[in-house]
């Protein structure tokens, strides 16, 4: 081959070279732009208010569990569950749903001691003091289906201040831990349940990074701690059920958000709303590299809306201990045609709170047997079967704090 023929194919190739970079620089720019609107906002972007339809731009996930499998009259789900080997060690702590109704009502002071009140299956009181509904508000045009001041990644905070503290940093939330809209009536009313015990610091941390993100989302809410009094097992879903009670007696809330006390939410777009699905917020944790540990996982913080929490009976009051109470109500989701939807992952961020495991909440041996069972427990397992004593409510600055008693010898085992 002559110098001529090598000078040509070296021109060639550049030509090539050329091209190819020019190619390249168009399709990635086309590919950012068209990721713009799931901006994180890291530190240094521009853009401070990322704009978003709740359910729309933010594509939210459904997840199908596959179809039950009929064996004689119980029906076991085929899908997938897991062992606590994904090595969560920490507290998995965790209420009967009963709409506002005609009743005793009951005058609540700011602080209450030792109510020793048993409360059972089906029983119907109104807590006056928290019922302030939005009828103040009458007059205020709806708040936007997207809230305006969202922005979008945060800066968590990992330090815990005193909860006066917070309430101080947070002028316009209410004793007991309640917020309304000021400029506007809001489009969800949700009570946040958060099942505990002993775990102060953790619910500093918490109700700190809450409150201000709560706020910015434009929501009616409320935060509410279900702490289970010594002695006895922990027992996080019927912490949940219990939860969920207290919160309906005392306000007309639309959903629940059952939420751990040591997850803090890493973006604001992560919108806590009622849903028309029950949604799984926390798909993406550190502790799993922000990957989802499998498919049907439900557990961490969650939504539903009333009417769905009480035809799945709310959660099944059986698990005590760590382990399986989440798998099972992924189940009765999936027995009652409903679907778990998630935001996307790079929105749907947490932080988990380091902690050492806890004596009184070793993990449940009988968990896999009580999976093979949810079916013919759900009936009569749940909000139907709750037998608590409430021994303490205090109204303090970030939250309503409900103590309660939960014996194991009270609940029954069968129908």
């Known amino acids: ?52 339809q709740i359910d729309n731009i933010l594509s939210i996930q459904n997840i199908d569990f596959p179809a039950s499998k009929s064996s004689g009259s119980t ?32 005058d609540t002071k700011q602080t209450y001691q ?3 009140k048993v409360v059972n299956a089906g029983e119907k009181t109104v807590v006056q003091s928290q019922i302030r509904s939005s009828e103040n508000n009458t007059n205020l045009p709806s708040c936007p289906v997207t809230p305006p001041g969202l922005n979008g990644r945060l800066a968590t905070f990992r330090d815990a201040k005193s909860f006066e503290e ?48 709560l706020q910015r989302q434009q929501l009616e ?45 890493e973006d604001d777009r992560n919108i806590y709303s009622c849903p028309q699905q029950p949604r799984h917020l926390s798909a993406s944790i550190d502790k799993f590299n922000y990957k989802l540990p499998y498919a049907g996982i439900y557990g961490g913080v969650s939504a539903i809306n009333k009417k769905q929490f009480h035809e799945l009976n709310g959660f099944s009051n059986l698990y005590f201990g760590w382990g399986g109470e989440d798998d099972d109500m992924a189940k009765r989701l999936s027995m009652k045609g409903y679907k778990i939807t998630r935001y996307p992952m790079q929105i749907a961020r947490y932080k988990m709170i380091q902690h050492k495991h806890e004596k009184f909440n070793e993990i449940n041996p009988k968990r896999f047997e009580l999976l093979k069972t949810t079916s013919s427990r759900q009936p009569w397992d749940g909000l139907n079967s709750l037998v608590y004593t409430v021994q303490d409510v205090q109204e303090l600055p970030t939250h309503t704090r409900i103590q309660v008693l939960i014996k194991e010898e009270d609940l029954a085992t069968r129908p």
Do not use: W
């Open 114 to 116: 030792n109510t020793g």
């Open 166 to 213: 917070i309430g101080r940093d947070n002028p316009l939330v209410r004793p007991g831990g309640l917020y309304t809209p000021s400029t506007c009536t809001a489009q969800h009313r949700v009570a946040i349940v958060v099942p505990y015990r002993n775990r102060e610091e953790h619910l500093k941390i918490l109700v700190r990074n809450l409150h201000p993100m």
């Open 221 to 265: 809410y409320g935060i509410y701690i279900i702490d289970q009094a010594l002695p006895g097992r922990f027992n996080r879903a019927m912490l949940m059920n219990i939860g969920f009670v207290e919160a309906m007696k005392r306000h007309d809330y639309q959903c629940a958000i059952f939420h751990d006390v040591d997850l803090i939410p």
């Open 75 to 106: 029906h076991d789900i085929g899908f997938q569950t897991r062992d606590s080997t994904i090595t969560d060690k920490r507290d998995h702590s965790g209420s009967l749903t009963i709409d506002p109704a005609p009743g005793k009502v009951e």
């Open 1 to 52: 081959m002559d110098n001529c023929t090598k000078l040509k194919l070296f021109n060639l190739l550049l030509v090539l070279c050329i091209v190819n970079f020019f190619l390249y620089r168009f399709f990635a720019t086309s590919s950012q732009s068209s990721l713009s609107t799931l901006s994180m906002n890291e530190p240094g972007d521009s853009e401070q208010n990322p704009k978003l």
